[in-house]
C-alpha cells in the first residue's frame, strides 16, 4: 500500500478524532504516503501532522469543490479512507482510488428508520474505535491517540492573548450547535467564579456562532474574564488550549481538540452519548444518566421529552466538584 488518502472534512471535533487513525495506519503502512482532504477551517488541524505528505481543501467553488477535487486526485490512491460518507466524500474516494474504506454510521435499514424519524443513538463504542473498525479490511485493528500540532504562528497568536495572565487558566465553553446540548451559561458562570475564587484565571472558548451562549456567561460571570478565545481560527485555539489547565465544556469540538493538545476536558452530557463522544484521558464526562439519555447521535434544537432535564437538572456544584479534582 504505497498511497493512502483520508477523506474527513467537518467537523472540528470529527476531524480530530480521526487523527488517531494515523499512528496505527503509519504502524501498518510505514512507507504509505498519506494524504488528506478536510475544509479549508479544518485543514489547521491535520498541516504538519508527522506523516502527512498533504492537505487537499475542499471548498465549494469551481477550482476547490468536491468534482474538482474529484478530478485532480483521480486515480492518485491505492485505497480511499472515506470517514465522512456523504455523497461528496464518496464521489472523490471513488475517482482518487480503485480501493476504498468507508465509514457508514448507519446501515441501509437504519438510514431508513432515521428518515422516518427514528434515529436510533449509536452508542456501542468510542467514536474513535468506530472509525478504526471501517478500516478493519486493511489490518488496522485499534486507533491510536489523537493529535494536533499547532504551527509555531498559532502558538504566537495564542501567546499573544494568553503570555503573561497568571495560571492555572480555565477555558470555559458556553456553546454548542445543537440547543439540547448546551448547559445553561449562567450555571457554568458559577462554576468559573468558583474557580476564579480558587485563584484561577478564567478563558471564553467559543465560536462565532455561540454569540448568544457567550453574551448570557459574560452577563453572569462576577470574575473577569482573562481572555477571549473567539477571534482563533482553529490552529490558534488548539495552541490556546495546549496552554489552559482546564477546559469545562459542553459536548463539541474542542473537548476533543483539547484532548489532542494533552489538556483535560470536563464535559457535559445531555441528549449525547459519553460513550461516542467522551473526551480522551485524562479529560472526564459528566452526565445524570437519566433513561433517556442518550437520545441523539448529535443533539437537537428541542427535547423530544419537552423537558430537557438532562441538562436542565444539573447542578453546578457537581461539575465544580470534577473541575476541581481534575485541577487537582
Ligand atoms: S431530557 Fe432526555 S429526551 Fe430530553 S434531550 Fe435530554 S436526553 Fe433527550
Not at 480521526?18 to 489547521?44: G, K, N, Y
Not at 464518496?90 to 482518487?96: D, H, K, S, Y
Not at 482563533?232 to 459536548?251: F, I, P, R
Not at 484532548?259 to 457535559?268: H, I, N, S, W, Y
Request: hydrophobic share 45%; glycine share 10%; with cysteine.
Amino acid at each position: 500500500m504505497e498511497r493512502i488518502l483520508i477523506i474527513r472534512y467537518s467537523a472540528l471535533g470529527d476531524v480530530v478524532l480521526a487523527t488517531s487513525l494515523l499512528a496505527p495506519l503509519r504502524d501498518r503502512f510505514p512507507r504509505a504516503q498519506i494524504e488528506w482532504v478536510t475544509s479549508a477551517a479544518c485543514a489547521p488541524l491535520v498541516e504538519g501532522l508527522p506523516g502527512i505528505s498533504a492537505v487537499h481543501r475542499l471548498g465549494r467553488g469551481p477550482e476547490d469543490g468536491a468534482l474538482a477535487l474529484a478530478r485532480r486526485l483521480r486515480g492518485r490512491f491505492d485505497v480511499a479512507v472515506d470517514l465522512q460518507g456523504k455523497l461528496k466524500s464518496a464521489l472523490i474516494a471513488r475517482a482518487a482510488a480503485p480501493r476504498r474504506v468507508t465509514f457508514a454510521r448507519r446501515t441501509a435499514a437504519e438510514a431508513l428508520r432515521a428518515l422516518l424519524g427514528h434515529d436510533r443513538p449509536l452508542v456501542r463504542a468510542h467514536a474513535t474505535a468506530l472509525y478504526a473498525e471501517a478500516l478493519r479490511p486493511l489490518g488496522v485493528a485499534a486507533p491510536g491517540r489523537t493529535i494536533v500540532e499547532p504551527s509555531g504562528e498559532a502558538r504566537r497568536r495564542a501567546g499573544a492573548l494568553l503570555g503573561g495572565l497568571p495560571r492555572p487558566l480555565v477555558a470555559l465553553a458556553p456553546g454548542a450547535t445543537w440547543a439540547t446540548k448546551r448547559w445553561d451559561p449562567r450555571r457554568l458562570a458559577e462554576v468559573g467564579d468558583a474557580l476564579h475564587g480558587d485563584g484561577c484565571a478564567l478563558v471564553l472558548c467559543a465560536g462565532p456562532g455561540d454569540a448568544a451562549a457567550s453574551a448570557t456567561l459574560r452577563a453572569a460571570l462576577r470574575a473577569p474574564l482573562a481572555a477571549d478565545l473567539t477571534p482563533l481560527d482553529v490552529g490558534g485555539l488548539a495552541a490556546a488550549l495546549g496552554e489552559v489547565s482546564l477546559l469545562v465544556t459542553n459536548d463539541t469540538g474542542p473537548a476533543h481538540l483539547a484532548g489532542a493538545v494533552g489538556t483535560p476536558a470536563l464535559v457535559v452530557f445531555g441528549p449525547t452519548s459519553p460513550i461516542r463522544w467522551g473526551p480522551a484521558p485524562p479529560g472526564r464526562a459528566i452526565s445524570l444518566g437519566l433513561d433517556c439519555q442518550p437520545c441523539s447521535n448529535h443533539g437537537g434544537e428541542r427535547c423530544p421529552l419537552g423537558h430537557h432535564r438532562c441538562l436542565a437538572d444539573l447542578p453546578a456544584a457537581t461539575v465544580l466538584a470534577a473541575a476541581r479534582e481534575l485541577l487537582r
